[in-house]
């Protein structure tokens, strides 16, 4: 099972990236995905997730209305990040969860101990 992220890139404030998350290994058409990102010095956090249909997303307040997370099929998935700040600046990781359920909801969906397959990573550098 691998997940490869893609994307990240050296940016100047206000411009936008689209990371993308590939899956291999296994079919990922009924997991929760999610991205997560971790800036030097501090705790991995969540960023945002969709359900296995698409149709349910979930953001953290630092960036609900700036990205959009989606799904490319069965095993890709999408963070369009728009006007981006220089607090964006972290490692973003794509992660797979099997377990979770259609209805999983937002509280669920932003804990990482619910994930079981993690990409490795890819640097998003935001200048002011």
């Known amino acids: 099972v691998q997940l490869q992220a893609s994307g990240g890139g050296l940016v100047q404030a206000g411009d936008s990236l689209r990371l993308s998350c590939a899956a291999s290994?296994?079919?990922?058409?009924?997991?929760?995905m999610g991205w997560f990102r971790q800036a030097p010095d501090k705790e991995r956090e969540f960023v945002a997730a969709?359900?296995?249909?698409?149709?349910?997303t979930y953001y953290s307040d630092s960036v609900r209305g700036r990205f959009t997370i989606s799904r490319g099929g069965a095993n890709t998935v999408y963070l369009q990040m728009n006007s981006l700040k220089a607090e964006d600046t972290a490692v973003y990781y794509c992660?797979?969860?099997?377990?979770?359920?259609?209805?999983?909801?937002?509280?669920?969906?932003?804990?990482?101990?619910?994930?079981?397959?993690w990409g490795q990573g890819t640097q998003v550098t935001v200048s002011s």
């Open positions: 992660a797979a969860d099997p377990n979770a359920i259609l209805t999983a909801g937002p509280d669920y969906a932003s804990r990482q101990e619910n994930y079981d397959d």
């Open positions: 290994g296994r079919s990922f058409s009924r997991d929760l």
């Open positions: 969709v359900s296995r249909t698409g149709r349910s």
